[in-house]
Structures are given as C-alpha cells and as structure tokens.
Nanobody, 116 residues
Framework: EVQLQASGGGLVQPGGSLRLSCAASGFTFSSSTMYWLRQAPGKGLEYVLTIDSGGGATTHANSVQGRFTISRDNARNTLYLQMNSLKPEDTAVYYC?????????RGQGTLVTVSS
C-alpha cells in the first residue's frame, strides 16, 4: 500500500524558512517521480515542484522560483521541500504525491502558515 506522510509545517513569519519532509513507503521510492503540491485556502490544488528518479527538478509554480528547492534521500525514502523567503501567499496545505500504475497518490498534507 502506497503511503505518503508530509510533516514539518507550522507558523512562520514572512521571510522565514521551513523544511518539509515526506516519508514514503509501499512502493519503490528510488525509481519514482515525486511531486510537491499545495492548496491555499479557498483555492485549488497547485503543482509546485517535481523531482524525477535521477534527482532532476522542475518548478511548476513560477511564484516559488528561486525560493523553494525539492530534494530526495533515496536511502531514507524521504522527499524534502526547502522553503526560503516565505511569503504570506505561500500559506497552504502542502502535499507530497506520486503516480503508480496510472493512479495518483497524495498523502495527508502539512499546513504552512506564513504570517506576522
């Protein structure tokens, strides 16, 4: 069974940093493309960043370019999202996700609130 559990969210002041983690299990993490998505209050899901099995990253949300970094530790089956220079508009529930056999899996998210 595919399981994804994001953690590391919390309240942070504008300009601050957070690192999110996603613990993965139930599939071959090292060979899987992984995604970070987010859902801001009252808005739809937004793809933020993708990382392929080789570590190549793609930024989907222009608003995070140069501020957010996706990475992975295949030995720990863990996905990371380093978020710097956070802005109030980054406030959202953040989810990690993967696709297996044509099905998209998205675990429980972690809430990030950027506010002074």
């Amino acid at each position: 069974e595919v399981q994804l559990q994001a953690s590391g969210g919390g309240l942070v002041q504008p300009g601050g940093s957070l690192r999110l983690s996603c613990a993965a299990s139930g599939f071959t993490f090292s060979s899987s493309t992984m995604y970070w998505l987010r859902q801001a209050p009252g808005k739809g899901l937004e793809y933020v960043l993708t990382i392929d099995s080789g570590g190549g990253a793609t930024t989907h949300a222009n608003s995070v370019q140069g501020r957010f970094t996706i990475s992975r530790d295949n030995a720990r089956n863990t996905l990371y999202l380093q978020m710097n220079s956070l802005k109030p508009e980054d406030t959202a529930v953040y989810y990690c996700s993967t696709s297996r056999g044509g099905r998209i899996y998205r675990g429980q998210g972690t809430l990030v609130t950027v506010s002074s």
